[in-house]
């Protein structure tokens, strides 16, 4: 094992020192693949020099999500002590179901997901766990109101008209749940949202006083802290006083911008977040944590048990039932995603947890005045939201991104909100510095102005 981790050092050494010079790896096209790095298996074994080298050209081939020209989807930067204690879990490899197998682990996991409760302002009676992803934890969510509307759906399946609510701007994976829960896609309600992508609550409470005289039941209202394109953020207070109304379930999917709640300056942007049943954040985004690292926490632990628990004898042997995460869990075997939290957290504080939230908004904030003060450019996006969205010189947006990709210049992707493309900056990686985003604007109008802009001049030839 000393040998490998000596060899996982050289290659890691080498991988940070090359990050610096080259930030974008080589564009490498899907038909060139397989003959520009050796991927391929065979039946004799390396020698270890050969071996060596094929998992150093791999990592160099492979795009680098940590460095200043990442920009692309909702994750970027590399922290190290979360890195560290992804590392740690690795090589211990717990499974998380239960005390005898993850002990102290389970501890870490606990008290994260307490930690987050606490500062949410919930009692002993909250609790929460980890999932593979946003998309898992808003599952966990639409089960939860499944059952809670209907105590005997577990065993009988759905039978009555159940219907799902969220705004049009919302993740992919609420149609997805629905049809995983047997509530089904054509039981989702895309509820119409305003200029700035929050949910129209209006039209929202009209639509569950409509179902409900068609019989239907109205079972989960899913809002958004931070909509994966504009990074909007619904209202939370008003959208609880129709769920209390009609007795719906409130869940807050706050994948993408959730981690709010750790920050004095913009928890306003989930305000009433202690009033809903469910809320996730996935700690791989805002708080930049390596991949995945999701958690759901619940107002009332009842509920986890009810939907997740079954007995299993030859698993849970020993303990307290609240040590035995299993017990709560969409999985059996599960990998330890909360110590890499933990360790960020530990190392730098909650107060560490706020710099790197309000830093992104920072960020932001430089990237929309940089547009604001540029006639080249058109906003689509608001303020106190880390998705920068915009045009330039109105060249089309999806050509803009792929040409920069296919050139190894930047990474950034294109969104598309009522009819409108335009490039998504996201200010996602608090490692970021002001001049890494002049840069990424700067890399970008060179590039597009050598290659792209139709030059008047030209015109005339
Ligand atoms: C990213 C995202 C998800 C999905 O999370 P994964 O971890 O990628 O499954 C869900 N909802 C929103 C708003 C997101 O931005």
Redesign the pocket.
């Known amino acids: 094992m000393q040998k490998t981790l000596e060899l996982f050092q050289r290659i890691s050494t080498n991988l940070l020192e090359q990050e610096k010079g080259n930030p974008t790896s080589e564009y490498i096209s899907t038909e060139k693949l397989y003959e520009t790095i050796d991927l391929g298996l065979k039946e004799d074994p390396l020698s270890e020099e050969e071996f060596e080298a094929a998992l150093q050209d791999l990592v160099f081939a492979t795009p680098k999500t940590g460095t200043s020209t990442f920009f692309n989807q909702?994750f970027g930067g590399r922290n190290e002590k979360a890195v560290l204690g992804d590392l740690l879990a690795v090589l211990l490899n717990n499974s998380m179901y239960t005390y005898k197998v993850a002990g102290a682990q389970v501890g870490v996991e606990k008290s994260v997901l307490s930690e987050v409760c606490k500062i949410i302002g919930w009692d002993e009676n909250a609790d929460g766990t980890f999932a593979s992803?946003?998309?898992?934890t808003?599952l966990m969510s639409m089960i939860m109101a499944r059952d809670a509307v209907a105590e005997t759906v577990k065993n009988t399946g759905v039978q009555g008209k159940m219907m799902v609510y969220t705004s049009a701007d919302?993740?992919y994976?609420i149609p997805k749940n629905a049809s995983f829960c047997g509530i089904g896609r054509n039981q989702v309600r895309y509820i119409k949202t305003n200029r700035k992508g929050q949910i129209n609550v209006l039209d929202l409470a009209r639509q569950v006083e409509e179902d409900i005289q068609q019989g239907f039941t109205p079972t989960l209202v899913n809002l958004?802290a931070?909509?994966?394109v504009l990074g909007a953020f619904d209202d939370v207070r008003a959208v609880k006083n129709i769920c209390s109304k009609y007795n719906i379930w409130l869940h807050l999917?706050g994948?993408?911008c959730g981690a709010v709640l750790l920050s004095r300056k913009y928890r306003h942007l989930i305000d009433g977040v202690e009033l809903v049943d469910s809320f996730s954040f996935?700690a791989h985004?805002m708080i930049g944590t390596p991949l995945?690292c999701?958690l759901i926490v619940v107002k009332n632990k009842k509920h986890l048990f009810d939907s997740f628990s079954n007995e299993a004898n030859y698993l849970y042997q020993a303990e307290d039932d609240h040590f035995n995460l299993g017990k709560t869990s969409m999985q059996c075997g599960r990998r330890n995603d909360a110590l890499k939290f933990w360790t960020l957290w530990k190392s730098v504080g909650t107060l560490g947890l706020e710099k790197i939230v309000d830093k992104q908004f920072e960020l932001a904030d430089y990237a929309r005045t940089y547009i604001e003060n540029n006639e080249n450019y058109t906003l689509h996006s608001y303020e106190e939201s880390i998705s920068v969205c915009f045009n330039y010189k109105g060249v089309s947006a999806k050509k803009i991104c792929t040409a920069l990709y296919e050139n190894s210049e930047l990474l950034v992707g294109f969104g598309n909100v009522k009819n409108q493309k335009f490039v998504r900056l996201v200010t996602i990686n608090a490692q970021n510095s002001k001049d890494d985003i002049l840069n990424f604007f700067k890399t970008m109008e060179v590039f597009v102005d050598h290659n792209m802009v139709v030059k008047k001049e030209a015109q005339f030839i």
């Not at 992803?133 to 898992?136: D, H, V």
């Open positions: 909702l992803g946003g998309s898992m808003n919302s993740h994976s958004t931070g909509t994966t999917d994948a993408y996935n985004k995945t999701s």
